[in-house]
């Protein structure tokens, strides 16, 4: 009887033992980040996917080092809030020489923060 209860109470302790002393779950606390800082597409029609961690809402301008050159680079969605994949559409492009663009992720609520992404997409040779 006196080894059942002394089982009984060391299986107890062992149970509150490891209960308390587990670590706290991952909690986000940024309130803005990207996976990447830069994505260098080929010259072909392509895409790439990138996270946006946040805990505020969000969105993404695209800006071309060429403001005469279209919007080769697209990103969708263009707005969010919290943590989501966005997809970078990248066209094809025809000329010899490369083209960059920055991505720029901000956020539109509370605290202003902007993370930015290089893409330098490859000419076609």
Known sequence: MKRIV?????????????????????????LL???????????????ECFYVYSTESWEIEVVNSDPLDNEWCKAEPAVGKGTMIVKLKFDTNFSIDPRQATVYIRTTSGTRVERMIAVNQTGNV
Do not use: M, N
Request: charged share 15%; with cysteine; aromatic share 12%.
């Open 6 to 30: 002394f089982i009984c109470v060391a299986t107890v302790l062992a149970v509150l033992g490891v209960s308390t002393s587990c670590q706290k779950p991952f909690e986000f606390d940024h």
């Open 33 to 47: 980040a990207v996976d990447f800082v830069q994505i260098d597409p080929t010259y072909a029609s392509c895409e």
